[in-house]
């Protein structure tokens, strides 16, 4: 165990062969200890969205902390705005079939389940942001973090290179995990604004800084287990790091690991890039991971296919709104702000729409237009694919393996988990 770790308030380990069971096992009793008898306890969970080694950690605490002896141990899954996983799920996420305590659902736009925290003063938020947002962010959060409901918070979560706020873990499983709607939106507008490929990959980012801060005004004691996962070539899960303790060292610790881990370099970009979809993305609001990920290896004027006959809805939360405003560059979205109510109170929205286009170029006409190509192999049917401005193609008639030969196409298996870049 790194034991330098332990006077900045963090233990953890690594391993590139993977780190065992009695390894993990011991950064976590190690990190608990400091829970005392008779607390109440929550637990952060992810959903079904993100890959990770919770089903492993999550009994090991529950056990530890039924041992000593805590009033309650309950769980939260932080799905910021996808729709709830069944009763099923949440115990396959948990690794657990009798868990004792409640495991809850958040409800991010139900107002009579949210707390307000406090604000982000909009000096602050500007210093946060560098200027690209200058108004003040109500902190409103899931009810069960009311001060003095429970007395520690332990927030499980993978660490991966993210779209929005650089790295997914740390404080992002409280915002936009667990938050309302204010925080949510102008996290994701943050993140389009300050372009994608700017963010992503990136450990010290606006969005980071401003999420930070929101979770400074959470009372409880937070415990953070920062895990860096992946999957070898027949999907076994591997950890390939751990680090325990403070929400934020915590998290720059796995990130640091991530970034050997989760990025990976070409050295070229590709006319085509076939992005064989991850199994756990089935819609487009999460399945846009592929554009997120792939974008900066794809030629400028080249396409990206989206292969996933799995994936049959843009977004059950955010469908509509998605139909009815298309995908587009960041220029193009934000021209639509500029004559739409409904978008503007719908931030994350837009930015899903800038994000997943990645970025714009000018024609030869002068208009801008998306850097590259969208093609959408998949379970939608063509009509949509066209209304939301994203070409389609009958995933029956794919021959992968002649892309696979062709030097200008690369085809990437479990596409949306790695992040590819041109180089270092």
Same mark, same amino acid.
């Given at each position: 165990?790194?034991?330098?770790?332990?006077?900045?308030?963090?233990?953890?380990?690594?391993?590139?062969?993977?780190?065992?069971? #009695?390894?993990?096992?011991?950064?976590?009793?190690?990190?608990?200890?400091?829970?005392?008898?008779?607390?109440?306890?929550?637990?952060?969970?992810?959903?079904?969205?993100?890959?990770?080694?919770?089903?492993?950690?999550?009994?090991?605490?529950?056990?530890?902390?039924?041992?000593?002896?805590?009033?309650?141990?309950?769980?939260?899954?932080?799905?910021?705005?996808?729709?709830?996983?069944?009763?099923?799920?949440?115990?396959?996420?948990?690794?657990?079939?009798?868990?004792?305590?409640?495991?809850?659902?958040?409800?991010?736009?139900?107002?009579?389940?949210?707390?307000?925290?406090?604000?982000?003063?909009?000096?602050?938020?500007?210093?946060?942001?560098?200027?690209?947002?200058?108004?003040?962010?109500?902190?409103?959060?899931?009810?069960?973090?009311?001060?003095?409901?429970?007395?520690?918070?332990?927030?499980?979560?993978?660490?991966?290179?993210?779209?929005?706020?650089?790295?997914?873990?740390?404080?992002?499983?409280?915002?936009?995990?667990?938050?309302?709607?204010?925080?949510?939106?102008?996290?994701?507008?943050?993140?389009?604004?300050?372009?994608?490929?700017?963010?992503?990959?990136?450990?010290?980012?606006?969005?980071?800084?401003?999420?930070?801060?929101?979770?400074?005004?959470?009372?409880?004691?937070?415990?953070?287990?920062?895990?860096?996962?992946?999957?070898?070539?027949?999907?076994?899960?591997?950890?390939?790091?751990?680090?325990?303790?403070?929400?934020?060292?915590?998290?720059?610790?796995?990130?640091?690991?991530?970034?050997?881990?989760?990025?990976?370099?070409?050295?070229?970009?590709?006319?085509?890039?076939?992005?064989?979809?991850?199994?756990?993305?089935?819609?487009?609001?999460?399945?846009?991971?592929?554009?997120?990920?792939?974008?900066?290896?794809?030629?400028?004027?080249?396409?990206?296919?989206?292969?996933?006959?799995?994936?049959?809805?843009?977004?059950?939360?955010?469908? #509509?709104?998605?139909?009815?405003?298309?995908?587009?560059?960041?220029?193009?979205?934000?021209?639509?702000?500029?004559?739409?109510?409904?978008?503007?109170?719908?931030?994350?929205?837009?930015?899903?729409?800038?994000?997943?286009?990645?970025?714009?170029?000018?024609?030869?006409?002068?208009?801008?237009?998306?850097?590259?190509?969208?093609?959408?192999?998949?379970?939608?049917?063509?009509?949509?694919?066209?209304?939301?401005?994203?070409?389609?193609?009958?995933?029956?008639?794919?021959?992968?393996?002649?892309?696979?030969?062709?030097?200008?196409?690369?085809?990437?298996?479990?596409?949306?988990?790695?992040?590819?870049?041109?180089?270092?």
């Amino acid at each position: 165990m790194s034991t330098d770790l332990l006077a900045l308030g963090v233990i953890g380990e690594t391993s590139a062969e993977g780190l065992d069971l #009695a390894s993990l096992t011991a950064i976590v009793h190690q990190a608990l200890d400091v829970i005392q008898p008779g607390e109440r306890v929550l637990a952060i969970i992810p959903d079904k969205t993100r890959d990770d080694n919770t089903h492993m950690l999550f009994p090991v605490a529950a056990a530890f902390l039924s041992a000593r002896g805590v009033a309650s141990f309950d769980a939260l899954v932080a799905q910021g705005t996808h729709p709830p996983m069944s009763e099923s799920q949440k115990l396959s996420k948990i690794g657990s079939t009798n868990f004792s305590g409640q495991l809850f659902d958040h409800r991010w736009d139900q107002p009579e389940e949210l707390v307000t925290l406090g604000e982000l003063s909009a000096a602050t938020v500007k210093q946060l942001t560098e200027g690209l947002i200058d108004h003040a962010v109500p902190v409103t959060v899931n009810k069960l973090l009311t001060p003095g409901i429970y007395d520690t918070i332990i927030v499980f979560g993978a660490t991966v290179p993210h779209e929005v706020a650089g790295f997914a873990g740390g404080a992002k499983y409280f915002f936009p995990g667990v938050a309302g709607p204010e925080l949510t939106h102008t996290t994701h507008w943050l993140g389009a604004l300050a372009g994608i490929e700017n963010i992503i990959g990136r450990i010290d980012t606006p969005t980071r800084r401003l999420i930070e801060a929101a979770a400074d005004l959470i009372d409880a004691c937070i415990i953070s287990l920062n895990m860096v996962v992946s999957r070898s070539a027949d999907s076994e899960l591997i950890t390939y790091a751990l680090f325990a303790g403070d929400i934020r060292e915590a998290f720059r610790r796995a990130a640091e690991v991530s970034r050997q881990v989760h990025i990976r370099y070409t050295g070229r970009k590709y006319k085509r890039v076939v992005a064989l979809l991850d199994p756990h993305y089935d819609e487009l609001w999460v399945g846009g991971k592929a554009s997120y990920k792939l974008g900066a290896i794809v030629e400028e004027g080249g396409e990206l296919i989206i292969y996933a006959p799995h994936l049959t809805k843009l977004s059950e939360t955010h469908g #509509a709104l998605i139909e009815k405003y298309g995908y587009a560059p960041l220029e193009s979205v934000r021209d639509m702000l500029g004559v739409s109510q409904e978008l503007r109170e719908n931030l994350c929205i837009a930015a899903h729409l800038a994000h997943v286009a990645y970025a714009g170029r000018l024609n030869q006409e002068g208009k801008i237009v998306p850097r590259y190509n969208i093609t959408m192999a998949t379970g939608l049917d063509e009509e949509t694919c066209r209304r939301v401005n994203l070409g389609y193609r009958d995933h029956r008639t794919l021959n992968l393996e002649d892309m696979a030969r062709d030097p200008d196409t690369l085809v990437v298996k479990d596409a949306g988990r790695d992040l590819y870049e041109e180089s270092a």
